[in-house]
């Protein structure tokens, strides 16, 4: 049946998804979003959940890459561009793991793909498969996770960071300033949540943010915790003793 369908049409189809190159003059700057899994779990009492697809990462995730116009304003819904998995074929792999949806109860992470897309990939003047190539290879060249460890800022249990320390360990490394999102729990216990850095429009350079953040967004006290994250099957295999008692002391 597929034989039938014209040259001319499947021309036309493939277009249409290179139009998604979307470009706006405004387009000033980016925020990139890194999100620490572990400061999103202990943001509610529901906690997080794996995912019903894909293994996520004991890594900072990527949020998104959001464009704004140099006035500080988003640029969201510039067309109605809709999400093709089939274009992201890929990197499904490193979707899964590094832009997974952690929410409770589990979800499919291809919500959220298609939800950053449709509000602000379709103002970034990529492609759809651009838009998130270029976030996770943004993501890993940034490394958060190696480069902080650098400074001795780890993910553990019942030890708080001064704020200043994270910021100055991110400035040493990049030459620039980041914004760092805390979450908070009813026990006001303050967790390093998300990582605000921004990007020049044609995403060659890391930048110093012209605004400090993409949204009102929930800042930091003086100490906070970075805890460690672990996707919820490999703790359930933790905690089978069969299992443990194999591992040699
Ligand atoms: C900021 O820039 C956007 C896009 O360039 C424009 O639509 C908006 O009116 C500007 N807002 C302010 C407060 O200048
Ligand atoms: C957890 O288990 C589910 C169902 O067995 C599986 O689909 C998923 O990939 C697993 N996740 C991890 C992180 O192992
Ligand atoms: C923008 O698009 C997203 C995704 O389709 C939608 O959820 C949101 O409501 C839209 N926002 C506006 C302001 O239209
Ligand atoms: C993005 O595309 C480049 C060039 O094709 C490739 O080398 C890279 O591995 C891709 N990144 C991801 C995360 O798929
Ligand atoms: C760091 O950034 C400042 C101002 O943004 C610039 O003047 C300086 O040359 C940069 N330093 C390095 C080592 O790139």
Not at 68 to 95: I, P, Q, R, W
Not at 144 to 152: I, S, T
Request: one cysteine or more; proline letters at 6%; charged letters at 20%.
């Amino acid at each position: 049946m597929a034989s039938y369908v014209p040259a001319v049409l499947i021309a036309l189809l493939m277009f249409s998804h290179v139009m998604d190159a979307m470009a706006s003059d405004d387009l000033g700057f980016f925020f990139f979003v890194l999100m620490w899994p572990g400061g999103f779990c202990k943001l509610s009492s529901e906690g997080c959940c794996d995912p019903k697809v894909g293994e996520p990462i004991s890594d900072f995730f990527a949020r998104g890459l959001l464009p704004y116009s140099n006035n500080g304003t988003a640029l969201t819904n510039c067309s109605k561009c809709t999400f093709h998995l089939d274009e992201v074929s890929d990197m499904m792999g490193d979707l899964y793991s590094y832009w997974s949806d952690i929410s409770c109860p589990s979800a499919d992470s291809i919500n959220l793909w298609k939800f950053t897309w449709e509000t602000y990939g379709v103002c970034s003047g990529l492609t759809q498969h651009d838009y998130f190539n270029k976030s996770l290879d943004i993501l890993k060249e940034i490394d958060m996770l190696k480069r902080l460890e650098k400074y001795n800022i780890i993910p553990i249990e019942y030890h708080d960071y001064p704020v200043r320390e994270i910021m100055e360990a991110i400035e040493a490394e990049f030459n620039v300033t980041a914004t760092i999102e805390c979450s908070s729990n009813s026990v006001a216990d303050y967790q390093l949540y998300k990582i605000y850095l921004c990007l020049d429009k044609d995403l060659t350079k890391l930048i110093s943010c012209p605004v400090p953040a993409p949204e009102e967004i929930e800042y930091c006290p003086e100490y906070i915790a970075f805890s460690p994250y672990t996707p919820q099957n490999e703790t359930s295999m933790a905690a089978n003793p069969i299992r443990m008692s194999t591992v040699p002391e």
